[in-house]
């Protein structure tokens, strides 16, 4: 999808709402539910939720996911992670990510502090402290989704996007790969489908997003060497006020 490049500036300036109501334009709050599986095997279930923050312009996006069957066997717990971030004329801006893996120890779970004024990262990754200058337009692995979901509704390709991920910064590059018409469990969707992954690495995510659905995921695959890992397919999508 290509940038919406607007002429007569001067013109247009006085059509279009105020910055914020714009930069708001870019997201509208949603709760979607997933079923998830491995291979064959349904493994679990998911929910993410974006939702509208006090003050104006802040949001928060949370996802759960749990483990069903044989696969509580291994993850017994909810899987929660959560950011905090700013949505802004210049772009996203997160605050605070929190990741619990569901259990009491808390060798797996991470904090994050966003401290834009002074340019650092910092907080703790699986009980080991973290400290990273920011740049610009890092995200954290929540933040990311609703980076894309915001870029996608302004229609502009979400290009490369820098994350991170403990204590290092990775950068994830994201491609256009067609147009789909995908039947689901909630109805048949015109999707718009992308690839992500990290230069040089073999691991790969395949998403689905439908436009008539603000550009929700709603379906999902990873893949390693070209071989199926977790799949996400949606199965019910509620959209916010």
Same mark, same amino acid.
């Given at each position: 999808?290509?940038?919406?490049?607007?002429?007569? &500036?001067?013109?247009?300036?006085?059509?279009?709402?105020?910055? *914020?109501?714009?930069?708001?334009?870019?997201?509208?709050?949603?709760?979607?539910?997933?079923? &998830?599986?491995?291979?064959?095997?349904?493994?679990?279930?998911?929910?993410?939720?974006?939702?509208?923050?006090?003050?104006?312009?802040? +949001?928060?996006?949370?996802?759960?996911?749990?483990?069903?069957?044989?696969?509580?066997?291994?993850?017994?717990?909810?899987?929660?992670?959560?950011?905090?971030?700013?949505?802004?004329?210049?772009?996203?801006?997160?605050?605070?990510?929190?990741?619990?893996?569901?259990?009491?120890?808390?060798?797996?779970?991470?904090?994050?502090?966003?401290? +834009?004024?002074?340019?650092?990262?910092?907080?703790?990754?699986?009980?080991?402290?973290?400290?990273?200058?920011? !740049?610009?337009?890092?995200?954290?692995?929540?933040?990311?989704?609703?980076?894309?979901?915001?870029?996608?509704?302004?229609? !502009?390709?979400?290009?490369?996007?820098?994350?991170?991920?403990?204590?290092? &910064?990775? #950068?994830?590059?994201?491609?256009?790969?067609?147009?789909?018409?995908?039947? *689901?469990?909630?109805?048949?969707?015109? *999707?718009?489908?992308?690839?992500?992954?990290?230069?040089?690495?073999?691991?790969?995510? !395949?998403? +689905? #997003?439908?436009?008539?659905?603000?550009?929700?995921?709603?379906?999902?695959?990873?893949?390693?060497?070209?071989?199926?890992?977790?799949? *996400?397919?949606?199965?019910?999508?509620?959209?916010?006020?």
């Amino acid at each position: 999808m290509r940038v919406i490049a607007f002429s007569l &500036v001067a013109l247009m300036s006085t059509l279009l709402p105020p910055a *914020t109501d714009a930069a708001e334009a870019a997201l509208a709050p949603f709760v979607a539910e997933y079923d &998830v599986r491995y291979g064959r095997m349904a493994v679990g279930t998911s929910r993410t939720e974006l939702s509208r923050a006090a003050p104006p312009g802040r +949001w928060i996006i949370e996802s759960r996911s749990t483990a069903t069957g044989l696969a509580r066997v291994i993850a017994s717990g909810t899987l929660k992670q959560r950011s905090t971030f700013d949505l802004e004329p210049a772009g996203l801006r997160p605050l605070s990510y929190l990741f619990d893996d569901g259990t009491d120890r808390t060798g797996r779970d991470v904090a994050l502090e966003f401290d +834009w004024r002074n340019g650092r990262v910092r907080g703790t990754a699986e009980d080991e402290p973290v400290e990273v200058p920011v !740049i610009a337009g890092l995200q954290d692995a929540a933040s990311m989704q609703a980076l894309v979901l915001s870029r996608l509704r302004s229609g !502009i390709e979400p290009g490369t996007i820098s994350m991170i991920e403990k204590d290092k &910064v990775k #950068h994830y590059r994201y491609s256009f790969l067609r147009r789909e018409l995908l039947k *689901t469990a909630i109805g048949d969707y015109e *999707t718009v489908v992308y690839r992500s992954a990290r230069d040089g690495s073999d691991r790969e995510t !395949i998403s +689905w #997003h439908a436009p008539k659905l603000g550009f929700a995921l709603i379906q999902a695959e990873q893949r390693t060497g070209g071989k199926r890992g977790f799949q *996400t397919y949606i199965r019910k999508f509620q959209p916010g006020g």
